[in-house]
């Protein structure tokens, strides 16, 4: 990795938008730390920290945020808005078929539905900043005028700054892709975790340093398993099927075309973090519902046994939530294989193009044969992707130290998005370095 940044270095173009990248995510840095006005921030900082948001969709948006939301600063809202888009447009790309067409159109299909999902952010973007706003009334207490003329203005400030700041984040996404080294938006979410290492680290600093023996002893088995943890995201990230394809031959005037082997790739990790952000918004809604409903100190009656009951299975250092959240993840990886995948459309394409798989008749054994080995590999996929949600649960449940339990869904995401700008890179020096007629 750091010889492809040390070659790409060289390249005056790969420089240039290396530098702009670099820009654009110092500029996200600054917005990252301007507050949002009549918010009394020493009473939001203390609500966080007496609110346990451990499991929540707030822990899930602060994530996303590298520590905005938590903040309530200009981009506290983060890539949040854009990620629920693409997923909602991306649903509904298969089941409304003038998406369907538009997706299937080419680039221009594609410009035009990268702008109905910035559209439908912009609005997702002033609901979450309204529902952000009614929690920090109602919960927090952090809002500085409370009454009055004042206060209605003071909420449409607050939930513009919230929505600006979400819009321009989209807009330097674009920057990235059009000027920088691309993927925009994975960039964003890549420094924003990134940008919360170090307070991870000086914490286990702090820690090591109290002289404790569970301490000494847990802080290096932490380090260990962060580096296995990164060795085997490595491992699992390049890790692809090969369904070997094999073209007859075939007579054209006096030429022969055809007669050469391929393969069709697939990845095991062909979904990426999706399905444990589909997993986490889900899991995450029951411990939400109790910064609105308070929990019954002494709960009487069938509904308010069973919300207490509810919340206790569905916190975070439940075994309950694990195994649900494990199961769910495993789900929404085979519902989004399915969507990414038609096995009957690739064996259409394999037949049409005088293509098949070796030993494997065309037509209806090339589909059930493609199905029986996507079916394989999403379950290896989902046990990978439930395997590195859950390890931080399972680590702080029996270590009894929560405060130093590894995100494994930030690993994955810092992880993924590095391999890809590697890819990336690449591909660009090889544009620019390939071989000509005159070498």
């Not at 009549?38 to 707030?58: E, K």
């Not at 519902?289 to 308010?304: H, K, N, S, V």
């Not at 293509?355 to 589909?367: A, C, D, L, N, W």
């Amino acid at each position: 990795m750091l010889e492809v940044l040390r070659n790409a270095w060289k390249v005056t173009d790969l420089r240039k938008k290396i530098l702009f990248t670099l820009l654009i995510i110092v500029i996200y840095r600054i917005g990252g730390a301007i507050p949002v006005p009549f918010l009394d921030q020493a009473a939001l900082a203390s609500w966080f920290q007496d609110t346990s948001t451990s499991g929540n969709f707030f822990n899930y948006l602060n994530i996303l945020s590298g520590g905005n939301f938590s903040k309530a600063t200009l981009l506290a809202l983060s890539i949040s808005p854009y990620i629920n888009a693409q997923i909602i447009i991306q649903l509904l790309t298969y089941a409304i078929p003038p998406l369907e067409r538009l997706s299937k159109e080419g680039e221009e299909g594609r410009k035009k539905i990268n702008k109905i999902t910035r559209y439908t952010s912009f609005g997702i973007a002033i609901f979450q900043a309204w529902a952000y706003y009614l929690t920090l009334k109602n919960s927090a207490d952090a809002l500085v005028y409370t009454t009055g003329w004042k206060k209605l203005f003071a909420e449409i400030i607050i939930i513009a700054c919230f929505t600006a700041g979400a819009s321009l984040i989209i807009w330097l996404g674009d920057e990235i892709n059009e000027k920088g080294i691309g993927n925009g938006i994975s960039m964003i979410l890549f420094a924003g975790i990134v940008a919360r290492g170090p307070a991870a680290v000086g914490t286990l600093i702090e820690l090591f340093r109290t002289g404790e023996l569970r301490y000494m002893i847990l802080v290096p088995i932490v380090i260990v398993i962060f580096i296995a943890m990164i060795a085997f995201i490595i491992f699992m990230d390049n890790a692809e099927r090969r369904i070997p394809i094999q073209y007859a031959k075939r007579v054209v005037g006096r030429k022969m075309y055809g007669g050469q082997s391929s393969f069709i790739p697939i990845k095991v990790a062909m979904s990426g973090v999706l399905p444990i952000i589909f997993a986490m918004s889900f899991m995450s809604l029951p411990s939400t519902l109790e910064l609105f409903i308070a929990r019954p100190t002494d709960p009487t009656g069938f509904w308010q046994n069973f919300y207490v009951k509810m919340l206790d299975w569905f916190s975070y250092d439940s075994m309950v939530y694990a195994v649900i959240y494990f199961l769910l993840i495993i789900g929404f990886n085979y519902f989004y294989v399915s969507m990414q995948y038609n096995p009957v459309e690739i064996a259409n394409n394999l037949r049409q193009n005088n293509g098949g798989i070796p030993g494997i008749r065309p037509g209806k054994p090339t589909t059930t044969f493609i199905k029986r080995v996507l079916s394989k590999i999403t379950l290896v996929g989902a046990v990978f992707l439930g395997i590195i949600a859950i390890f931080p649960i399972f680590f702080a449940k029996f270590s009894g130290v929560g405060s130093i339990a590894m995100g494994g869904t930030s690993i994955l995401i810092v992880v993924s998005v590095a391999l890809e700008t590697v890819r990336t890179l690449e591909s660009q020096m090889m544009m620019r370095h390939h071989k000509g007629f005159l070498e």
